[in-house]
């Protein structure tokens, strides 16, 4: 375990099979359509990879970049698109992949966006969820785990652009943050 790790919070293993099992639960919902993947960059890529990888209809992939986090823990409350997509979502039936679902304010404004430029239908997919931390009125249609209020890295996750690459979720030492 990395030295900055307080515990881990998911192993790969479990992260594994949740990953397949809620794939799988999507998968059927977009039988006989053809839906566009948009990962949000950078934290969820690792998710989106896996996720992805047990999707048996056709899909497309494409990605945005945002910023509601400066660099630190703590929510700037500002939604800035950094890397728009490639893609016009008009018409589409869009699936967001996001790494976790905080006060909710990335996804709410991201979600009010895609389908004020017309797309079909935008899911919300999430591999965490920390609903005791939720400001605004959004709920992923998927999620792979509800956690508790604590700030965790690793599997995309980051923190200062740091841990991103771990294989498992761990909660980061809060030592490292509070210095
Ligand atoms: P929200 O807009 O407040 O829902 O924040 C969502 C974003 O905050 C995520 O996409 C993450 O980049 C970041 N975030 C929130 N909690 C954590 C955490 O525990 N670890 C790492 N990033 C986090
Ligand atoms: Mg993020």
């Known amino acids: 375990m990395h030295k900055d790790c307080e515990r881990i919070m998911l192993s790969e293993e479990q992260l594994r099979a949740r990953v397949k099992e809620i794939a799988m639960q999507v998968d059927k919902v977009y039988e006989g359509k053809f839906p566009l993947v948009v990962g949000i960059l950078k ?12 999707l048996t209809v056709p899909v497309e992939l494409d990605f945005m970049a945002v910023s ?12 800035n698109i950094k890397k728009d997509l490639d893609k016009d979502v008009k018409g589409r039936d869009v699936i967001i992949v996001e790494d976790i679902i905080d006060s909710g304010f990335t996804l709410a404004n991201l979600k009010a966006l895609l389908l004020e430029r017309g797309a079909s239908s935008v899911m919300i997919v999430t591999l965490l969820n920390k609903e005791g931390r939720r400001e605004y009125d959004i709920e992923p249609d998927y999620n792979c ?35």
Request: proline residues 2%; negative net charge; without cysteine.
């Open 43 to 54: 934290g969820s890529i690792i998710f989106y990879s896996d996720f992805i990888r047990h």
């Open 68 to 79: 509601s986090y400066g660099s630190g823990a703590v929510s700037s409350g500002k939604l």
């Open 145 to 179: 785990f509800d956690i508790e209020n604590e700030f965790v890295i690793g599997y995309g996750l980051d923190y200062n652009e740091m841990y991103r690459s771990l294989p498992y979720i761990g909660i980061l030492k809060r030592s490292v943050y509070e210095k």
